[in-house]
């Protein structure tokens, strides 16, 4: 982080007193009641985003929150917990929530609301206890937060359905928010979505997908449709090809026995990756407003070509350069076939887009950690400069860069100095830190902020998730077992991956690059 930034930062977390920044309001005065008090997401994410709200001033003074898991404890036991976990992520270098000082006191109005709640997720008893609690404490606006393994997602909605917990009255707002993975095929997610919408109306429901949850994910709206350079050449008529990359250094990170269950193409593809295939691809919505972005964004989903065996490569990491294999790793089968790597030919089937691929990819242990959005334009018509054929010049690639690097690169042609008229490619490069202080955010803030103020512009709508899995589910259940190719771990990927690619006589963009070299 850059000094100035870094300052900004500090001087933020150690202030006493919050104000929220002009323009925003504190969230309402409401209950957050997280299902799985004791799990990682709340530990990690929920607190860590839940004191970054309320060091910018923007939660309520009156917002208990109350923490359900299973097994019997003190408050106070899980509050010191919590309180540790935070300090440990805060001295962290390496974390996103790395603070050179916490504001305490913006910890203590959270800490002081925790009050943790035995029970069990799925009996009676519990949700017959916790109505009792919300009505002692007579909240009117509720946020069930399931932090909880999917299989618990139904039976928590049912029950809170069937305690009346979800019941809206007097004006108050009852919410329900659920974490990934919804569902695990189209099948599975319109079963959820059944479940869960018998006991809950649509707009009560909000469906996390923490990649909206980034600033440079939000921010691909606002340079498409704030800049009047960009939207003349995004379209088919310009632009030759989409590169969506996720590409990840660590392995499965102990989680193993999910992985098994889930694999690379499951995890990230028709939610993470589709997000942002939706950001880019989605016409220009008339307005902000929740309704009017999501039905851009399921347009495009709808427009999805089916994927087919053939548009698809899998891969799984073998020992190599960073470690050993993921058949090494604990909790996966010696013989595992499932996928760590996954890479996809999609195409949009809309005037905009018809033609147009949008290549996807995702692996674990891989060179680089990297997520980014590469539009490549179509090359120039004809061969203008002497000794330098068109097919030679670099096209232009204009690169929305989401994680780690937060920024934009735009690679272009101009005259290599010097006497002969002789083209060389260059890139230009822009970066968040360069011009916005950095601020403390884990990716949950503006997510957890926008569902208590009642906003679902960044969260999942059923039809939507439908229409993701509903174009992947060829590939989910295919007729004959895809194959899954090794790669080595530190490597860039299986060879089959590129053969996808060198079909349509294109390349993947390397994952390492020199610094501002196109
Ligand atoms: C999660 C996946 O949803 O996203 C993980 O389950 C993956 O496997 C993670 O590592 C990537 O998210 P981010 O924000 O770290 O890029």
């Given at each position: 982080?850059?000094?100035?930034?870094?300052?900004?930062?500090?001087?933020?977390?150690?202030?006493?007193?919050?104000?929220?920044?002009?323009?925003?309001?504190?969230?309402?005065?409401?209950?957050?009641?997280?299902?799985?008090?004791?799990?990682?997401?709340?530990?990690?994410?929920?607190?860590?985003?839940?004191?970054?709200?309320?060091?910018?001033?923007?939660?309520?003074?009156?917002?208990?929150?109350?923490?359900?898991?299973?097994?019997?404890?003190e408050t106070s036991e899980w509050r010191d917990e919590l309180t540790a976990s935070l300090r440990k992520f805060a001295a962290d270098k390496a974390s996103t929530f790395h603070t050179s000082k916490l504001n305490e006191d913006a910890w203590n109005r959270i800490a002081q609301k925790l009050e943790y709640f035995a029970g069990e997720f799925a009996e009676d008893e519990t949700f017959a206890r916790l109505g009792k609690r919300l009505a002692e404490l007579k909240s009117r606006n509720v946020v069930f937060y399931l932090a909880v393994s999917a299989r618990f997602f139904a039976p928590i909605a049912e029950h809170l359905g069937r305690a009346g917990l979800?019941?809206?009255?007097?004006?108050?707002?009852?919410?329900?928010?659920?974490?990934?993975?919804?569902?695990?095929?189209?099948?599975?997610?319109?079963?959820?979505?059944?479940?869960?919408?018998?006991?809950?109306?649509?707009?009560?429901?909000?469906?996390?997908?923490?990649?909206?949850?980034?600033?440079?994910?939000?921010?691909?709206?606002?340079?498409?449709?704030?800049?009047?350079?960009?939207?003349?050449?995004?379209?088919?008529?310009?632009?030759?090809?989409?590169?969506?990359?996720?590409?990840?250094?660590?392995?499965?990170?102990?989680?193993?026995?999910?992985?098994?269950?889930?694999?690379?193409?499951?995890?990230?593809?028709?939610?993470?990756?589709?997000?942002?295939?939706?950001?880019?691809?989605?016409?220009?919505p008339n307005s902000f407003d929740a309704e009017s972005v999501r039905d851009k964004k399921a347009e495009v989903f709808d427009a999805i070509q089916p994927l087919g065996?053939?548009?698809?490569?899998?891969?799984?990491?073998?020992?190599?350069?960073?470690?050993?294999?993921?058949?090494?790793?604990?909790?996966?089968?010696?013989?595992?076939?499932?996928?760590?790597y996954a890479a996809a030919r999609v195409y949009v089937e809309n005037w905009r887009w018809a033609g147009v691929p949008f290549y996807l990819r995702t692996g674990k242990r891989l060179t680089e950690r990297r997520t980014e959005i590469s539009v490549q334009l179509k090359a120039v018509p004809f061969r203008l400069f002497r000794d330098t054929p068109v097919d030679a010049l670099t096209p232009n690639v204009y690169t929305l860069r989401i994680d780690p690097a937060h920024g934009t690169t735009f690679d272009f042609n101009v005259k290599v100095p010097g006497?002969?008229?002789?083209?060389?490619?260059?890139?230009s490069t822009f970066d968040y830190g360069d011009f916005f202080a950095e601020r403390a955010n884990v990716g949950y803030e503006t997510l957890l902020y926008d569902c208590m103020l009642g906003d679902p512009t960044l969260f999942q709508r059923a039809d939507s998730i439908e229409t993701a899995w509903a174009a992947v589910d060829r590939v989910l259940h295919p007729e004959a077992e895809l194959p899954v190719h090794g790669y080595a771990a530190g490597s860039a990927g299986p060879e089959e991956a590129d053969r996808l690619l060198a079909e349509d006589g294109r390349a993947w963009r390397p994952l390492t690059d020199a610094k501002n070299k196109p």
């Amino acid at each position: 982080m850059p000094n100035d930034a870094k300052d900004a930062n500090d001087a933020k977390n150690s202030k006493d007193t919050a104000a929220p920044p002009a323009g925003k309001r504190p969230a309402p005065p409401c209950t957050l009641v997280i299902f799985g008090a004791g799990g990682d997401l709340t530990r990690r994410l929920l607190m860590p985003a839940l004191y970054n709200l309320s060091a910018d001033g923007l939660l309520d003074d009156d917002m208990p929150i109350i923490g359900v898991n299973h097994g019997e404890r003190e408050t106070s036991e899980w509050r010191d917990e919590l309180t540790a976990s935070l300090r440990k992520f805060a001295a962290d270098k390496a974390s996103t929530f790395h603070t050179s000082k916490l504001n305490e006191d913006a910890w203590n109005r959270i800490a002081q609301k925790l009050e943790y709640f035995a029970g069990e997720f799925a009996e009676d008893e519990t949700f017959a206890r916790l109505g009792k609690r919300l009505a002692e404490l007579k909240s009117r606006n509720v946020v069930f937060y399931l932090a909880v393994s999917a299989r618990f997602f139904a039976p928590i909605a049912e029950h809170l359905g069937r305690a009346g917990l979800l019941k809206e009255e007097n004006g108050g707002f009852r919410r329900l928010v659920i974490e990934k993975p919804f569902g695990n095929d189209l099948a599975s997610a319109q079963a959820l979505n059944r479940s869960i919408l018998a006991y809950a109306d649509e707009s009560q429901v909000y469906r996390i997908d923490h990649f909206l949850g980034k600033d440079t994910v939000q921010s691909i709206l606002a340079v498409r449709f704030a800049n009047a350079m960009f939207e003349p050449v995004w379209r088919r008529e310009f632009i030759d090809s989409v590169q969506i990359t996720a590409a990840e250094t660590i392995g499965v990170e102990g989680r193993g026995s999910f992985y098994e269950q889930t694999g690379a193409f499951r995890d990230m593809l028709p939610n993470h990756l589709f997000q942002l295939l939706g950001m880019v691809a989605m016409e220009p919505p008339n307005s902000f407003d929740a309704e009017s972005v999501r039905d851009k964004k399921a347009e495009v989903f709808d427009a999805i070509q089916p994927l087919g065996p053939n548009d698809v490569v899998f891969g799984q990491y073998e020992t190599g350069p960073a470690g050993p294999g993921y058949r090494d790793e604990p909790g996966v089968a010696k013989d595992s076939r499932i996928e760590t790597y996954a890479a996809a030919r999609v195409y949009v089937e809309n005037w905009r887009w018809a033609g147009v691929p949008f290549y996807l990819r995702t692996g674990k242990r891989l060179t680089e950690r990297r997520t980014e959005i590469s539009v490549q334009l179509k090359a120039v018509p004809f061969r203008l400069f002497r000794d330098t054929p068109v097919d030679a010049l670099t096209p232009n690639v204009y690169t929305l860069r989401i994680d780690p690097a937060h920024g934009t690169t735009f690679d272009f042609n101009v005259k290599v100095p010097g006497p002969v008229m002789q083209v060389g490619a260059v890139r230009s490069t822009f970066d968040y830190g360069d011009f916005f202080a950095e601020r403390a955010n884990v990716g949950y803030e503006t997510l957890l902020y926008d569902c208590m103020l009642g906003d679902p512009t960044l969260f999942q709508r059923a039809d939507s998730i439908e229409t993701a899995w509903a174009a992947v589910d060829r590939v989910l259940h295919p007729e004959a077992e895809l194959p899954v190719h090794g790669y080595a771990a530190g490597s860039a990927g299986p060879e089959e991956a590129d053969r996808l690619l060198a079909e349509d006589g294109r390349a993947w963009r390397p994952l390492t690059d020199a610094k501002n070299k196109p």
